[in-house]
């Protein structure tokens, strides 16, 4: 009998299993695939290196300490942190403004949306649920929740502001409310004692060969405790333990970790535990659309310089956004050549990752044209879609989060891993998994 089986070789399952490593203790982490990483993968194809999951990792403290663990620490790179965002709004970009100056320089809000936005700290604390969008059309005004925080929310959750929860989705800020009365005063507080903790680079992290390189590097160092293309069938609590059964045997372990998809982790326990799985089936997710662009550099006015941009929703913008790759990091493209990577679908066009390559290409590619002011047609290098691409932080999630803590004390050392549980990103994803 072993110590912990981990199913799922994300990066969910491959850092909890290394985790347990480092302490010592016996593990296998089952993959049904033969990969690891789930949806952070990166190719290379035609000259191009393209993330096909997510592009870039805010490098947290965790992150950090756990680069420097395995190595990675040298490999990594960083985009440059003044490479300025912006915002399609009104048929044409407009840059994001990062500071108060820039807030009330910006045409992204008329003058009586910059006046509401200054009336922040004097809004009164609220309690009770409350979507993203209600939240901070009540605490900045309704230009602000409509022009900033829409299109931000489709950059982080593919979500519709207006049915994710602020609980669930941004603690922190709820938090700051409650205790503070003000946003204002909550970042301020926030940014002093960050300042003062820093144990990480500043900027967007990526490595030279991609985001790929953190989970082959841990799969690396897992050696043969990881087992691919091991198929989980059945998960069995026994008196103290657990069977598991494979495609590839059983095993048998004192602890059960489940860093499997929220379907494929419901389909695991609903024999022993159907509260438990009807909470995973129940877990509403966006789909999304990854399409792979690149012009010739002289099909633009000025070459494209910035991280990217985000869409405020209207009619004549189905696309979420895109990511301007080349201008990001080096070697994600071949010399004269701009790569953009552009997001469609998600909980506002939920039909659109169905949308055939040449018809969701034509679509891509004409809001980035006219975006952009290009005037060429496009080399189109990749399309993926991901029909369950993140979960949704809506008013059900601390429902089913409860239902899952719940199980966990009914079965002692069931544990479920994944960012349908303590945040989407890749650092949230990461704290979640450490122990």
Avoid at 97 to 124: N, Q
Avoid at 142 to 154: C, D, G, I, K, T
Avoid at 288 to 317: K, T
Wanted: net charge positive.
């Amino acid at each position: 009998m072993i110590g912990t089986a981990v199913i799922g070789a994300g990066l969910s399952g491959l850092v909890r299993a290394w985790s347990l490593v480092k302490r010592g203790e016996e593990v296998n982490l089952l993959e049904s695939s033969p990969r690891a990483g789930g949806v952070v993968r990166t190719e290379r194809r035609e000259g191009f290196l393209l993330e096909l999951g997510p592009n870039t990792v805010r490098p947290t403290p965790e992150i950090w300490r756990l680069l420097e663990e395995l190595g990675l620490a040298g490999e990594a790179i960083f985009a440059d942190s003044r490479l300025p965002r912006y915002i399609d709004f009104g048929g044409r970009l407009h840059p994001l403004p990062m500071s108060p100056p820039a807030l009330l320089r910006t045409e992204l809000l008329s003058g009586k949306g910059k006046l509401r936005l200054l009336a922040e700290p004097l809004v009164g604390r609220r309690h009770g649920q409350e979507s993203v969008r209600d939240f901070f059309a009540r605490r900045f005004g309704s230009e602000v929740a409509e022009r900033l925080v829409e299109p931000f929310v489709s950059g982080i959750f593919a979500g519709d502001a207006s049915r994710l929860s602020l609980e669930e989705c941004f603690p922190m800020l709820a938090r700051w409310e409650r205790e503070r009365g003000s946003l204002a005063a909550g970042a301020f507080a926030a940014l002093r004692q960050r300042n003062r903790g820093r144990l990480a680079p500043r900027g967007l992290l990526s490595f030279r060969e991609g985001l790929e390189t953190l989970p082959r590097a841990i799969g690396e160092r897992l050696g043969e405790r990881l087992r691919f293309d091991t198929e989980v069938r059945k998960t069995s609590p026994l008196s103290g333990s657990w069977r598991i059964e494979t495609t590839r045997g059983t095993v048998e372990a004192q602890r059960l970790v489940l860093a499997a998809p929220a379907a494929d982790a419901a389909r695991l326990v609903a024999p022993f535990d159907p509260v438990a799985s009807r909470a995973l089936t129940e877990v509403p997710y966006a789909p999304l659309a990854v399409l792979h662009l690149a012009w010739d550099e002289s099909a633009f006015p000025s070459p494209p310089r910035g991280f990217g941009h985000l869409v405020v929703p209207q009619r004549e913008r189905p696309i979420l956004g895109a990511v301007w790759s080349s201008s990001l990091f080096p070697g994600r493209a071949p010399e004269g050549v701009t790569l953009f990577t552009v997001f469609l679908g998600g909980s506002r066009d939920p039909e659109a990752a169905s949308l055939s390559d040449g018809e969701l290409a034509g679509i891509a590619t004409r809001d980035v044209t006219s975006a952009l002011g290009v005037n060429r047609e496009p080399r189109s290098v990749a399309v993926t879609r991901y029909p369950r691409a993140l979960p949704q932080y809506d008013f059900g999630h601390a429902g089913r989060s409860r239902a899952l803590e719940e199980a966990e004390a009914r079965w002692p050392g069931l544990v479920f891993l994944g960012n349908y549980r303590g945040g989407v990103s890749v650092g949230d994803v990461v704290r979640s998994a450490l122990v």
